[in-house]
């Protein structure tokens, strides 16, 4: 930005822009240029990418033109881009188009950290932490042989159970009604309770001998036939409710 800097004060910011005879009062007034203080400070600066009353430069270059391809080249010089290249929001720099479908950049939004998106007032509007989604495990153990059986580990807040059933794993998806129950089953390491909501959400369960069991110890009928029935408990049940 040359000499407009984030944190400058507005007096500092008055300074520059009669010096250099722009203004900057409204987001899309006649200056195209837009600067936001909280606190006294500079927070933010938004600015036309195709400013006409001074050069802009990237990466220590002086911009030849304004193409995503050129804005994009010049920024991976100085920052690892994200998957949306425009919204690089760790360096400070937001990239907007006017239309979705432009090729070309209409605007850069310079903010210090916090300062993406801001209140009326001024005061940032903070971002949800980023908070991994809780899983919840459990591991059942084999009936016959005591090793473990299977391990069911479940993301409430995405619909997901893995049943880690060795060498089997399964990945399945749990509707939005029955995720509670699935947790709480999970949480109570109750085979019976995963089978009660769905068989295939505890394939390792023989709801007749109220035991898990490995898959080793499960007898299944050779593979290739049609209609495989289902496999057999080591006491010889179906696996069937
Ligand atoms: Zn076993
Ligand atoms: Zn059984």
Redesign the pocket.
Known sequence: MGPLRLGMTKEEVERVCQEHRIGHSGATGPDGLQVDFHAGRATRIEILAEYPFARLSLAGQVLPDVSDETIRRLLAKIIPLPGNWTEPEASGLAVFHWELSDTFVFSFRLFLPGYRTIREDGTPVLPAPVRPPRRVSASFSCDACARTAAVATTTPSMGLLDIDWSPARLEEVVPFAQRQRVLQAVKAASPAALFAVNEAFAPFY?P??Q?SYCREHWRFEAAGSEDAAPPL?????HRTR
């Open positions: 023989c007749a001998c035991k408990c080591p006491r010889g049940h």
